[in-house]
């Protein structure tokens, strides 16, 4: 089965606080596709990152950073020194091959509030 | 990135009425479309995926007659909410992809949100 656990529902901060978002997945194939969207209150997903099963290398992107683990079926995300315009809605997905049409299944989602 | 569009991006319906909602995508063929459906605070939740040209896969517990959708053509799919209800109110996001393999990007419309009342 196919799943992506977000175990962190909401998250609050104060600005310039690191903050760490966590996922967890779970799937039997080998090949697949992790990723992190962000969902802002007008409800537009932003496509964040996409990481293979294959590149367990960890991405730094400015201030983000994700921390992928197959040994914990983790892919983790960072945010460094927070602002007030990354509050929202962090969903952790997984792509893979199982079910056919490689379906995209979401975590829950963790909200994030960073206060000024 | 590839871009896709929603229309309408906010429509009020009411209670028996069916509503149409368009997916495009803008500047590259998708043969493959996905729909999901948002609940207030909750996560998207799949609910059909169409290939071009052939009938759309529902999901478990996903009611084929009550959402119809329709997948006409590379840059265009449609979900008709059919006789809507007010439960039926919801932030509807599609998602469109070039090819059915894991290395194509899927790109999401910006949502619509539709009222039933």
């Known amino acids: 089965a196919q799943k992506v656990t977000q175990a962190q529902t909401e998250i609050s901060v104060v600005e310039k606080e690191d903050v760490t978002l966590d996922c967890v997945y779970e799937?039997?194939?080998?090949?697949?596709?992790l990723f992190w969207y962000k969902q802002p209150p007008s409800g537009e997903l932003v496509f964040l990152i996409r990481?293979?099963?294959?590149?367990?290398q960890n991405e730094i992107s400015g201030r983000y950073s994700w921390n992928f683990q197959k040994s914990t079926s983790s892919f983790n995300f960072t945010i460094t020194a927070s602002q007030v315009v990354d509050s929202a809605v962090y969903f952790c997905?997984?792509?893979?091959?199982?079910?056919?049409?490689?379906?995209?299944?979401f975590g829950a989602g963790t909200r994030l509030a960073v206060h000024p | 990135g590839a871009v896709v569009s929603q229309h309408p991006s906010r429509v009020i319906c009411k209670s028996g009425t069916s509503v149409k909602i368009e997916c495009r995508s803008l500047?590259?063929?998708?043969?493959?479309m996905f729909w999901y459906r948002q609940f207030p605070k909750k996560s998207l939740m799949l609910m059909a995926t169409?290939?071009?040209?052939?009938?759309?896969?529902?999901e478990q517990g996903v009611e084929k007659d009550k959402f119809l959708i329709n997948h006409a053509s590379l840059t265009l799919s449609t979900l008709t909410v059919t006789s809507a209800h007010p439960e039926d109110s919801s932030f509807y996001i599609c998602?469109?992809?070039?090819?059915?393999?894991?290395?194509?990007?899927?790109?999401f419309g910006p949502g619509t949100r539709l009222t039933v009342t």
């Open positions: 169409s290939n071009e040209g052939s009938k759309a896969t529902y």
């Open positions: 990481r293979n099963s294959f590149d367990e």
């Open positions: 997905a997984l792509m893979s091959t199982s079910g056919g049409y490689n379906k995209l299944i």
């Open positions: 998602s469109a992809r070039e090819g059915t393999g894991l290395t194509y990007e899927q790109y």
């Open positions: 799937t039997r194939d080998t090949t697949y596709y």
């Open positions: 500047d590259f063929q998708a043969t493959t």
